[in-house]
């Protein structure tokens, strides 16, 4: 009986000093990222992308890491004839409800090059939206670089790696 109440013993012990441990671990990780993130926004070039690329991450992903953004379009934007990539960033519009009442209205958000964290939102009927076969990341990818990363580039630098 006796040894079972020092395996009770050294198993509560044990688990104290992980709990303990892991709790530490948090408190000081999450103090070296704030302080890590502090010292980049002060270093004059590095903190122009750091920044650009902190407030992207939350501009496309919500709190719980899904994007907000749902599909990749194309619209005629800013005039006939000339196509912008957007991302449809809600499906129904009801506030102009009231003067477009025959129409399904979408919010489309067109990102500018090569900041996307702004950009112009279009409240866009539904049959002026051309669905892309892209994802999101690689959308993000083509407008940050300013149309020169595509799908079609990456795909050729890795075949000549293979080759070399």
């Avoid at 395996?7 to 999450?30: D, E």
């Avoid at 005629?76 to 009231?98: M, V």
């Amino acid at each position: 009986m006796q040894i079972l109440v020092y395996i009770v013993a050294a198993l509560i012990i044990f688990l104290s000093i992980t709990v303990l441990g892991y709790m530490t671990k948090l408190v000081f990780f999450s103090k070296f990222i704030k302080k890590a993130s502090d010292v980049l926004e002060r270093i004059p070039i590095i903190k122009t992308v750091y920044s650009t690329s902190k407030q992207i991450i939350g501009v496309v992903y919500s709190g719980d890491g899904e994007s907000v953004y749902k599909k990749v379009v194309a619209v005629e934007f800013p005039r006939k004839g000339i196509y912008a990539i957007g991302f449809i960033t809600a499906d129904k519009n009801t506030a102009l409800k009231e003067f477009l009442a025959d129409k399904e209205i979408v919010n489309v958000f067109v990102p500018t090059a090569p900041n996307p964290t702004s950009g112009f939102l279009l409240c866009m009927p539904k049959e002026d939206i051309h669905p892309l076969n892209m994802s999101v990341e690689w959308a993000f990818k083509l407008i940050v670089s300013g149309g020169y990363i595509t799908e079609e580039l990456v795909k050729e630098k890795e075949e000549d790696k293979i080759t070399e």
